[in-house]
């Protein structure tokens, strides 16, 4: 690859890259209001049931990354967003 090509192809992964926690972030937001509604209704902030089907969706939309890094990388969201409610 050569030095532009692979100049290109940085640019275009830190793109990526910003696109990304734009989008973790926006679920961030999300996730916040379902936690103020869980907690108006008095329902635990964790749904284990949910956060393991959220991971197993992903490791089976994964097409070029391994399915157990795309698990862990949604189980990686998850945990940001929680933190986010429960340490923000």
Same mark, same amino acid.
């Given at each position: 690859?050569?030095?532009?090509?692979?100049?290109?192809?940085r640019?275009? &992964?830190? $793109?990526?890259?910003? %696109?990304?926690v /734009?989008?973790?972030? #926006?679920? +961030?937001?999300? !996730?916040?209001?379902? @936690?103020e509604?869980?907690?108006?209704?008095?329902?635990?902030?964790?749904?284990?049931a949910?956060?393991?089907? &959220?991971? $197993?969706?992903?490791? %089976?939309?994964? /097409?070029?990354?391994? #399915?157990? +890094?795309?698990? !862990?990388?949604?189980? @990686?969201?998850?945990?940001?967003?929680?933190?986010?409610?429960?340490?923000?």
């Open positions: 690859m050569t030095d532009r090509l692979l100049a290109a192809a640019r275009q &992964i830190d $793109a990526l890259d910003a %696109e990304i /734009r989008l973790v972030d #926006r679920r +961030a937001l999300l !996730a916040k209001e379902i @936690a509604a869980k907690a108006r209704a008095g329902v635990p902030l964790v749904d284990a949910r956060e393991d089907a &959220i991971a $197993a969706r992903a490791g %089976e939309a994964a /097409r070029v990354i391994p #399915r157990g +890094a795309a698990a !862990a990388l949604l189980r @990686a969201v998850i945990a940001a967003c929680r933190s986010s409610i429960t340490d923000g």
